[in-house]
């Protein structure tokens, strides 16, 4: 299974921005889909997830309202629409698959619950 995640760039404070993850590999509608970004000096955080329906969603609280998490399965794509952009959301984006989540199951938050990874894009935001 391999990620391939685009869209990142330089944006300036209330912009937005639309990052896109392809899925290769594997069965798609099969896996949660989650973002999570890692700032310079900063562990990584999770930021959004989607379950394999696309039906549920999560977020962490400091994105809700701006960032809108979605799903493609015919295209084998994940999406983060990220609007009212901030400083503080700079970071690379990395976008991964949870391949062992159930398909009643809601999307999940953490790290090891995801088994692959994309390269990363990175997003700044400029004040």
């Known amino acids: 299974v391999q990620l391939q995640a685009s869209g990142g760039g330089l944006v300036q404070a209330g912009g937005s921005l639309r990052l896109s993850c392809v899925v290769s590999g594997g069965t798609f509608s099969r896996y949660g889909m989650g973002w999570f970004r890692q700032a310079p000096g900063k562990e990584r955080e999770f930021v959004a997830a989607?379950?394999?329906?696309?039906?549920?969603?999560d977020y962490r609280d400091s994105v809700k309202g701006r960032f809108t998490i979605s799903r493609d399965n015919d295209r084998k794509a994940v999406y983060l629409q990220m609007d009212s952009l901030r400083p503080e959301d700079t970071a690379t984006y990395y976008c991964?698959?949870?391949?062992?989540?159930?398909?009643?199951?809601?999307?999940?938050?953490?790290?090891?619950?995801?088994?692959?990874w994309g390269q990363g894009t990175l997003v700044t935001v400029s004040s």
């Open positions: 989607i379950s394999r329906s696309g039906r549920t969603t």
């Open positions: 991964a698959a949870d391949t062992r989540v159930i398909l009643s199951s809601p999307p999940r938050s953490g790290e090891r619950d995801y088994s692959y």
